[in-house]
């Protein structure tokens, strides 16, 4: 079981250059989210596609474009590289569940992608 | 816009010990509540949540948190604590009918020492 396949798993950048962070995930979910975590502030919520088709803002959008390729892949980039952007980033997705069971409001979670920005 | 605060950042206690750490949510409308726990080097994964029903939630390795609406809390407990349980533990929140975009604390670290 793959789950979420998160690329590359580290990346070194120069400020100004730009990269693409790439996200599939195979359980057929609907909803996909791009996070960042950083020491002290644990995770905020990038972008996120609550269904293929859309993306809507989270709350570090700034510096940062997504596009929801197809239902399996969720992908984030970064056009201009800044320091600030140095993070480890996390992809998830969720299942739409029309009822509350043990799935419900669940993310799984990718492994993580750790970028430096030089 | 809901948000949650984590008012530990550290947790040290010894093995055996009980523990709790504590989470406050503030939103206008009705929430979902989890716990998610990060292992050294490895992704978040969940340890339990509450969605609807009875108040007091448990995961499968002894952690319990009880949703108190009143005041906005959903802190996490255990009676006795192990080496293993050492890792991040991040609450988060959602809102009902808001999209599932959950928003998660800044997280605590509990470490748990010999």
């Known amino acids: 079981n793959a789950g979420v396949t998160q690329t590359p798993k580290f990346q070194v950048l120069k400020t100004g250059q730009s990269m693409t962070l790439q996200c599939a995930q195979d359980?057929?979910?609907?909803?996909m989210y791009w996070y960042r975590q950083d020491p002290g502030m644990g995770l905020r919520l990038i972008y996120y596609?609550?269904?293929?088709?859309?993306?809507d803002k989270g709350e570090v959008p700034n510096g940062y474009n997504v596009s929801r390729l197809n239902k399996r892949e969720f992908s984030l980039r970064l056009e201009s590289a800044a320091p600030s952007q140095t993070s480890v980033y996390f992809c998830a997705s969720m299942p739409v569940l029309l009822s509350l069971g043990s799935g419900a409001n669940v993310l799984t979670f990718g492994a993580g992608s750790r970028l430096t920005v030089l | 816009a809901q948000s949650v605060t984590q008012l530990d950042s550290q947790v040290p206690v010894f093995e055996e010990a009980p523990v709790e750490l504590r989470c406050n949510y503030s939103s206008s409308v009705s929430v979902y509540l989890f716990w998610y726990v990060q292992y050294p080097n490895q992704g978040l994964q969940l340890l339990l949540k509450y969605l609807s029903g009875s108040t007091l939630v448990e995961s499968i390795n002894g952690f319990e948190a009880e949703f108190n609406k009143s005041q906005t809390s959903f802190h996490l407990r255990k009676p006795s604590v192990h080496i293993s349980d050492t890792a991040e533990y991040f609450c988060a929140v959602s809102e009902v009918g808001g999209y599932n975009k959950l928003i998660f604390g800044a997280g605590t670290r509990l470490a748990v020492h010999p």
């Open positions: 359980m057929n979910h609907n909803s």
């Open positions: 596609s609550a269904s293929e088709g859309t993306t």
